[in-house]
Nanobody, 130 residues
Framework: EVQLQASGGGLVQAGGSLTLSCAAS????????IGWFRQAPGKEREGVAS????????YYADSVKGRFTISSDNAKNMVYLQMNSLKPEDTAVYFC???????????????????????WGKGTQVTVSS
C-alpha cells in the first residue's frame, strides 16, 4: 500500500517559518516526483513545489519562489518543504503528492489542480496569522 504521510503543520505568525515532512512508503521512491499541493477554503487547489531527484528537476509555484525550499533524503524516503517568510495567504491544507516520473510533463503536472497525480497523502494544516 502506498502511503504519503505529511507532518509538520501548525500555527505560525506572518513572517515565521515552518518545515513540512513527507514520509513515502510502498513505492519506488526514485521513480516518482514528489511534491506538495495546497488547498485553502474558497480557492482552487494549487501545486506548490516538487522534486525529482532522478531527473534533477525542482518546481516552485511563482507565489512561493524564493521563500520555500524543497529537498529530499532518498535514504529515508523523505521529502521536506522548508517554508520561510510565511504569509497569511499561505494558510491551507498541504498535501504530499506523488506522480510517476515517466508521466510528469515538465511543470504542467504541477501547474494544475492535481488531477493527474498518482497518489495523495492526507493533508497537514498550515495556518499563518496576520
Amino acid at each position: 500500500e502506498v502511503q504519503l504521510q505529511a507532518s509538520g503543520g501548525g500555527l505560525v505568525q506572518a513572517g515565521g517559518s515552518l518545515t513540512l515532512s513527507c514520509a513515502a512508503s510502498g513505492l519506488d521512491f526514485d521513480e516518482y516526483a514528489i511534491g506538495w499541493f495546497r488547498q485553502a477554503p474558497g480557492k482552487e487547489r494549487e501545486g506548490v513545489a516538487s522534486i525529482s531527484s532522478r531527473h534533477g528537476r525542482i518546481y516552485y509555484a511563482d507565489s512561493v519562489k524564493g521563500r520555500f525550499t524543497i529537498s529530499s533524503d532518498n535514504a529515508k524516503n523523505m521529502v521536506y518543504l522548508q517554508m520561510n517568510s510565511l504569509k497569511p495567504e499561505d494558510t491551507a491544507v498541504y498535501f504530499c503528492v506523488a506522480v510517476w516520473v515517466v508521466k510528469e510533463q515538465y511543470s504542467n503536472s504541477w501547474k494544475s489542480t492535481g488531477a493527474g497525480m498518482d497518489y495523495w497523502g492526507k493533508g497537514t494544516q498550515v495556518t499563518v496569522s496576520s
